[in-house]
């Protein structure tokens, strides 16, 4: 099975097209993901000496807090960047699918960026 290309908007609607919209939106979380992983390599992974078996690395804190903290805030910012996608898809004029990614991906983003720092 082959996959179609996608259809241009008819002449005179103006509308951006939602799936290259859609594309986007998915580059700036992998984006977020990308960074968080290269900053996960900056980190030290050894242990202290004189803490003893209870303490973890650096590394191994901020992976925790990523996967405990970070991904499920990050999930609920994609569903929140979806439903603006959709409102913004169907309701703006705006042409730029490119805009129109990036618009539904900022605001929940920043918040989730906010949020997790000041932990």
Not at 50 to 57: A, F, I, L, N, R
Not at 92 to 98: K, Q
């Amino acid at each position: 099975m082959t996959l179609s290309p996608p259809r241009p908007a008819p002449a005179g609607t103006g509308r951006a097209n939602p799936r290259a919209a859609f594309l986007v939106l998915v580059g700036w979380y992998v984006a977020v993901v990308v960074a968080f992983g290269l900053f996960l390599g900056t980190l030290s992974g050894s242990v202290p000496a004189d803490c003893g078996e209870g303490c973890d690395s650096e590394r191994s804190r901020t992976l925790i807090f990523g996967l405990y903290v970070a991904a499920p805030a990050m999930f609920l910012a994609l569903l929140v960047s979806l439903a603006m996608l959709a409102v913004l898809v169907s309701r703006t004029r705006i042409r730029s699918s490119a805009l129109l990614g990036t618009l539904s991906a900022v605001l929940p983003l920043a918040v989730c960026g906010v949020l997790a720092a000041s932990l």
